[in-house]
């Protein structure tokens, strides 16, 4: 087990070097005078060669990727050719906003995409369960930024329940500490602005959670299957073992293996998503960052945005990885 | 007499092959045919766009901005007072035809990726698959939004950017059919009697591995359509005034509050034809899978 974790902690790093290659490159295979393409036509001559020597684009190829790499792993991302202002400090800026998304959409998608998988494969061709799979399947066929747009219409617009944009109310006066507006808001025991905070992120993480929710559930689904057929189930029950119990202590456990894998599988579409979502739902995270990168040709920020949610991904496959390995002891990695 | 019968069970048995069973099977998939009927009616949609728009898509008159639904504008009219419902009907074409280019494009390269790693091995297998991996390692989207900021905005850049984005899955699949097959008696006897590596490659190892291919294939213009659509949302892909779904959604998102319809119908017909992909896909899968055949 322990080989196994090392081992795999060590593929990461020809990844994450072969990342920052693609990311490094990315600058080098457009098409033109990137720092021309970068400035637009407002760039005076002397614009475009201070932006020049502060990109390294008169050295040499290799030279420029390890000075790129040796301040990779400094921290130092270089400046935004926009605001001027550091990359790294933009990303702190908008990270937690992507994490606190991400994390609380996931816990949505769990609950909902495991609990509507189990229900229905124990009332297999049911209404619940016919309902269920038609849901799972329009789920995975909706765009998820028109699902944004449809529960802020209903849910904002309509009754006003709830906030449709930005991550925390103006009125909310928070003292930004970490970023993570749910922790800062904990620490200086603003409850106002913890209200604000989860209120602000429902309706994006609903949103984010679609997806995801119909995976997980044709997946818990087919293995909750699967596994009400097997031998030690029907076991469990002839010794007169309550349902819930079976269900709780037999059939859960062994159904939620290939679903960790799913919900592992499926944080790529959540990172994704979360570019989509903050688009839609107006919230600076690192997705907002990385459009408005694009938007603007600003290639620091784009390299900063794309090295951070890479790696960031990377880092949660191995994780998953290794969490399904401790799930399954019937997995054995030699 | 015997032997008569023999010869007809011979008979029912050769004709029995996997894709005729397979195709049977998908005929008799309710949900798989739906499917069908959306995707055929979605193209009838795009090849007769003239004859059924009742409007010019582009055609604006300020006169009439803001329209709800009515008889005039089935499904309203937008800012500028064009016509939502010609818009959607004109925007099948550009969804359509970014399904099938982009997926042909990850399907051209990622076929004969798959094969040639597959099939020649050693360090072009290896060279191969690892580039697939790197390309793995982003999430889709990210990997679009890495290629688009590369080759800047655009609706035909957007087409080879999720183009790209799905060759791995092909490369993969068709790799690990080719390994499958490569050291199979018929292959073998093959190479023995000197067929050159292009007609074994094409004759008898691709054609084992066109099942999963066929699956993968009508998933991914369904999500490729999706993709396609929330490039444009993002400033990214068509741009306007293109009548393009997830642009006119993202226009539609301006006017939420007071013009709900503006974002509400294109949605619809995204939601509609990647259904009829997806419902399909299941289809295939279902028919294609030698477990449920009995």
Redesign the interface.
């Given at each position: 087990m322990f080989s196994y974790i090392l081992r795999r902690i060590l593929i990461l790093i020809p990844?994450l070097l072969?990342?920052s290659i693609?990311?490094f490159f990315?600058i080098h295979?457009?098409?033109g005078d990137p720092v021309q393409i970068m400035l637009g036509n407002k760039g005076t001559e002397e614009d475009v060669a201070r932006i020049r020597a502060e990109l390294g684009f008169d050295e040499p190829l290799h030279i420029q990727y390890f000075s790129f790499l040796s301040n990779l792993v400094r921290g130092d991302l270089g400046r935004s050719i926009r605001n001027r202002n550091p990359v790294i400090y933009e990303i702190k800026n908008s990270f937690p906003a992507t994490i606190e998304l991400t994390i609380l959409s996931m816990f949505f998608a769990c609950i909902i995409g495991i609990t509507a998988g189990i229900v229905s494969a124990i009332k297999q061709y049911s209404i619940i369960d016919n309902l269920t799979m038609v849901g799972a399947?329009?789920g995975?066929?909706?765009?998820?930024?028109?699902i944004g747009?449809?529960l802020?219409?209903i849910f904002g617009?309509e009754l006003g329940w709830l906030p449709i944009s930005g991550r925390i109310s103006r009125l909310a006066d928070l003292k930004v500490i970490t970023n993570f507006y749910i922790i800062d808001s904990i620490i200086s025991q603003n409850w106002t602005a913890l209200q604000s905070t989860i209120a602000h992120l429902i309706l994006p993480a609903l949103t984010l959670a679609t997806i995801p929710v119909a995976m997980i559930a044709r997946m818990t689904r087919s293995t909750t299957l699967e596994v009400l057929n097997q031998d030690y189930i029907r076991t469990a029950r002839a010794k007169g073992l309550p349902e819930k119990m079976v269900i709780l202590k037999h059939v859960l456990k062994n159904a939620l293996i290939p679903v960790v894998t799913i919900i592992g599988l499926q944080f790529?579409?959540f990172?994704?998503?979360a570019?989509?979502t903050e688009?839609?739902f107006a919230r600076a995270g690192v997705g907002r960052l990385?459009?408005n990168?694009?938007?603007g040709?600003d290639?620091p920020v784009?390299q900063g945005a794309?090295i951070v949610?890479?790696s960031f991904?990377?880092l949660i496959?191995l994780f998953v990885d290794i969490l399904y390995s401790y799930l399954d002891p019937r997995i054995h990695y030699s | 007499m015997a032997q008569k019968l023999d010869t007809a069970a011979e008979k029912k048995l050769k004709s029995e092959s996997l894709w005729t069973i397979s195709f049977r099977r998908l005929r008799k998939s309710r949900t798989a045919v739906l499917g069908i009927i959306i995707i055929i009616l979605f193209t009838l949609i795009a090849l007769f766009a003239p004859y059924i728009a009742p409007y010019d898509p582009l055609e604006q008159n300020f006169i009439k901005s803001f329209r709800a639904p009515s008889a005039e504008h089935y499904l309203g009219t937008d800012e500028f007072g064009r016509d939502i419902f010609s818009r959607i009907i004109y925007g099948a074409r550009i969804s359509l035809q970014i399904g099938f280019i982009a997926v042909f494009i990850s399907l051209i390269v990622g076929v004969s990726v798959g094969l040639a790693a597959g099939y020649y091995g050693g360090w072009l297998d290896m060279l191969v698959m690892r580039v697939m991996d790197l390309m793995l390692s982003f999430p889709y989207i990210l990997l679009a939004l890495v290629i688009m900021s590369i080759l800047g905005p655009g609706i035909y850049n957007a087409m080879i950017a999720i183009g790209i984005v799905y060759v791995p899955q092909y490369a993969r699949i068709v790799r690990s059919s080719v390994l499958s097959v490569k050291k199979k008696e018929y292959v073998l006897a093959a190479q023995a009697l000197g067929a050159n590596d292009f007609r074994i490659i094409l004759k008898h190892v691709f054609l084992n591995s066109m099942a999963p291919v066929i699956i993968q294939t009508t998933l991914s213009i369904g999500r490729a359509i999706i993709n396609a659509a929330g490039l444009s949302f993002l400033g990214l892909g068509a741009q306007p005034p293109t009548p393009e779904w997830g642009a006119m959604l993202s226009n539609g998102q301006n006017f939420l509050r007071n013009a709900p319809w503006i974002a509400t119908f294109p949605g619809i017909a995204i939601a509609l034809l990647v259904l009829g992909f997806n419902l399909v896909g299941d289809g295939f899968r279902d028919a294609f899978d030698p477990r449920l055949h009995k």
């Open positions: 990844l072969a990342i693609v990311v990315m295979l457009i098409p399947l329009l995975i066929s909706m765009p998820v930024f028109w747009m449809m802020m219409l617009s790529g579409s990172l994704g998503g570019v989509l688009t839609v990385l459009i990168g694009i938007l040709r290639f784009i794309v949610i890479a991904f990377v496959n | -």
